[in-house]
């Protein structure tokens, strides 16, 4: 198959893009292994991208659209390519860049400075959300009052509602993430290995939460990370890579390994494990969590209080397990059977290290 | 690289009474620790089994972990209930049965050999008990696939190995226990030429390692639906147990089969010829080998090539996540068994009176709601897996030369090559069983089809076939 392509080639010495066959070929795509030139690479990796838009509707025209900018590379190549594929296509879209500041010294203060480079870069306008803002603690406060476990489970919930509100207040109608193939293959797999069957229903889709405060959409959805790299680096993109300095403990980490070696034996495996999320049928006999609104803040939530109200309560009080954990804290008052196995505990514990999708 | 966190719910990072106390919600399908109250933590250090709190336990200390603070009598106990719940809640065997062991020679496969043989030997004694002999023994065989051919394995080392198989089985008597050694190239049929040589040019032809695997796979169990149907059985055993079915759930959803993953791991499989059951779909291959171990259960060991390719890789991120956390491969289980089954998961529903009221009526009461009203599913000739919509949409397969060989996406990529004119040679290497089976099937589907609309059809010849 593959394999043996690559050996004549190499052997063939200098071979042009098997796709113009003009220019020679200066990279191997990492999603079909073609040998290929940069501007074919850069064409078919935009090209895909406007086509997963267009055949999933993603935007409409007059639409602001608010894109998730952490600085890092797939928000990077998410604002430019937008920004380039709007102009192209005619989408005619408003686009904003939003920025989470978690209040991590010496990592999202870095990020934000390249954040602020591409606002000029790109010239979209940039709004910056901070969790000391929003709930008047910082990540380095949190982490410095219950240590170094459990604080991906803050950080998640927290900016999950900070997007939110950040996209409230830019008065936008979508907001598009950054999150690629390999995001959603890991997560696909994360869900399988923790038995989260409410997720795993809801984690392959290309668009979730129309039926809560804000849609948000993944363009890059069956784009693979190594492209995302690769582009960023023919391209010269400016963005910040260093992994956060509070994550080195996250449950991700196995299947991202995982996945990496899955996609040096063959790299369609990620599309595949996708595919197979999509067509999970999941039993109706399961019990999913109802949907309602938070008492304290209005937010969507499916217990009484948010997850962000009662992470915040803990803190504030000074009782930093307070929503971590089973059957304790504030949404258990009324007695639940703890044997339940029913998605409505899935919803309220399950967030380890990992973004909520 | 453990998660972090006490607070996740997902079984990644527990303390053992949290783990002990979760695992009390599922039925069965955890370790024997799950079942023990909390309470009996003050027992773990008086050196007594926990559940019977009478005899010695395996061991006092930790080494084998949760298992091993119990006496051998209530770890077998525990094992041999899983399987008789299995067994009964299913209607997997019935009196009027004939049952196929499928043994290879592993520890799963041998403690189902076991259990199996404990079953037929109590019911033959009640049986010669029973004054007036209503109630029949069933039929229990052992089949046993020889790939050594496959592997070229010394015929020294394999008759060996034959041996060992041969002296087990004679030892499971009485009631006596045919058996069958049935060489993996005997899905050829016998007037094809050699099949050994067929065999080898067919996985030559295969170039992705995966695919070679998997394809000796399917052929093997093609091989065993042939000598199960030959030789009169109606039932296959198969000894798979959740650390097997954890990594075919990862395995098939890492090649994108998330739509036919939920007809592999229930605990009846009847799409096939002859239905296949799971018994031991609820232990973990850790409490097997332990129980080999302890009971002096003989297995044998076969001369394998390593799993290479994506198979091994699954293989060994299982094992590593187990390590991490032992209740994983059950989570893993359990979220597949979360899928909706598919209609054919199931024994069929036995209307002949003479099968006794009860096993209907316990069958009735267990067998999975699918929603399914209808058999709609056209099968990949190769694996017998149900197509997806998509799979049936994008699929080549009808321009190919023999009309029933439609074929599910992940053969297409791993297993056929890519360009068509070696695709038709392919075809001619894979055994002819493969393409009847296809079309068996889809004339059973094409007449069922035909019914639902028997009584709008007007013309009498529109036959096209």
């Known amino acids: ?357 | 690289m453990a998660c972090s966190a006490s607070a996740c719910q997902s079984n990644c990072y527990k303390t053992q009474q949290e783990e002990e106390e979760d695992v009390k919600d599922n039925n069965n399908t955890n370790s024997f620790a799950a079942n023990i109250s909390s309470s009996n933590n003050n027992n773990s250090n008086s050196g007594l089994c926990l559940k019977c709190k009478a005899n010695k336990p395996i061991s006092s200390n930790s080494d084998g972990g949760d298992d091993a603070r119990f006496c051998i009598d209530c770890f077998r106990g525990n094992l041999f209930g899983k399987f008789r719940f299995a067994v009964n809640s299913n209607a997997m065997i019935a009196p009027t049965d004939n049952v196929l062991v499928a043994f290879s020679g592993g520890p799963s496969s041998r403690v189902a050999l076991q259990f199996v043989h404990e079953m037929h030997s109590k019911a033959q004694k009640n049986f010669d008990a029973c004054r007036d002999r209503s109630l029949p023994v069933f039929g229990v065989g052992v089949a046993f696939v020889d790939e050594s051919s496959v592997y070229s394995v010394p015929s020294n080392e394999t008759d060996k190995v034959i041996g060992d198989v041969r002296l087990i089985v004679e030892n499971l008597a009485p009631p006596s226990k045919e058996l069958y050694i049935v060489p993996i190239e005997s899905v050829y049929s016998s007037d094809s030429g050699d099949g050994r040589v067929r065999l080898k040019k067919l996985l030559d032809a295969v170039s992705d390692a995966t695919g070679r695997e998997d394809l000796l796979l399917h052929l093997r169990m093609l091989a065993l639906q042939k000598v199960a149907s030959q030789n009169g059985y109606n039932r296959l055993l198969l000894g798979s147990c959740v650390s097997r079915i954890a990594c075919h759930v990862l395995s098939a959803t890492v090649k994108g089969q998330g739509y036919s993953l939920p007809a592999d791991v229930q605990y009846v499989d009847a799409r096939w010829e002859i239905p296949v059951v799971l018994p031991l779909r609820d232990c973990l291959a850790k409490e097997l080998t332990m129980l080999c171990r302890l009971d002096g259960l003989k297995t044998v060991e076969l001369i394998r090539s390593p799993c290479t390719g994506i198979n091994g890789l699954v293989s060994s991120f299982v094992t590593l996540l187990q390590e991490e956390n032992p209740s994983r491969e059950c989570t893993i289980m359990r979220t597949a068994g979360k899928l909706i089954p598919f209609h054919f998961n199931k024994i069929e529903e036995i209307d002949d009176s003479n099968v006794l009221l009860a096993t209907r009526r316990r069958q009735k009461r267990y067998n999975l709601k699918s929603n399914e009203s209808f058999s709609s599913e056209s099968f990949c000739f190769i694996c017998n897996s149900p197509l997806s919509r998509s799979d049936l949409l994008s699929l080549k397969n009808l321009e190919s030369h023999k009309t029933s060989s439609v074929c599910c996406s992940s053969c297409q990529f791993q297993i056929l090559p890519q360009d068509p004119s070696s695709v038709n040679e392919l075809y001619t290497l894979l055994p002819e069983q493969l393409f009847a089976r296809a079309k068996h099937d889809n004339l059973d589907h094409y007449s069922a089809l035909r019914e639902q609309i028997q009584d709008c059809l007007l013309s009498e010849g529109e036959d096209e076939t």
């Open chain 1, 1 to 357: 198959m593959e394999e043996s392509a690559d050996g004549k080639a190499k052997k063939a010495g200098a071979r042009l893009c098997c796709l113009c066959h003009q220019k020679k070929a200066v990279l191997k795509r990492p999603k079909t292994l073609e040998q290929i030139c940069r501007e074919c690479f850069y064409e078919v990796f935009e090209e895909e991208i406007h086509q997963v838009i267009v055949e999933n509707q993603l935007f409409k025209p007059g639409e602001r659209i608010a894109l998730g900018a952490s600085g890092g590379k797939d928000s990077t190549v998410l604002a430019y390519v937008l920004s380039e594929l709007n102009r192209r296509h005619n989408y005619g879209l408003d686009l904003f860049l939003l920025s989470v500041d978690e209040g991590i010294t010496g990592y999202r203060d870095d990020s934000l400075e390249t954040v602020k480079r591409n606002e000029i870069q790109y010239g979209l306008p940039l709004k910056i959300v901070s969790y000391k803002d929003l709930y008047g603690w910082t990540m380095d406060e949190i982490v410095k009052m219950i240590g170094l476990k459990n604080n991906c489970t803050f950080c998640g919930v927290f900016r999950r509602q900070a997007l939110d509100r950040g996209a409230a207040l830019l008065k936008v109608d979508k907001l598009a993430t950054g999150h690629n193939a390999d995001d959603i293959a890991e997560t696909v797999l994360l869900n399988i290995l923790r038995g989260d069957i409410a997720r795993l229903s809801r984690c392959t889709s290309i668009v979730t939460g129309e039926d809560g405060p804000i849609p948000r959409c993944k363009p890059f959805k069956y784009t693979y990370e190594k492209e995302i790299v690769m582009y960023a680096y023919f391209k010269r993109l400016d963005y910040f890579s260093t992994e956060c300095i509070y994550s080195p403990n996250a449950y991700r980490g196995f299947a991202r390994e995982f996945i990496k070696d899955l996609e040096r034996i063959r790299p369609r495996a990620i599309l595949d494990i996708i595919k197979s999320g999509e067509n999970f049928r999941i039993s109706t006999s399961t019990k999913m969590p109802e949907q309602g609104t938070c008492e304290r803040c209005g937010y969507i939530s499916s217990q009484k209080w948010c997850k962000a109200c009662v992470l915040l309560e803990g803190l504030n009080r000074g009782l930093p397990k307070l929503g971590i954990g089973r059957t304790r804290g504030l949404n258990n008052d009324d007695k639940k059977d703890t044997k339940k196995t029913n998605g409505t505990k899935s919803i309220e514990s399950k967030q380890c290290g990992t973004l909520d999708f």
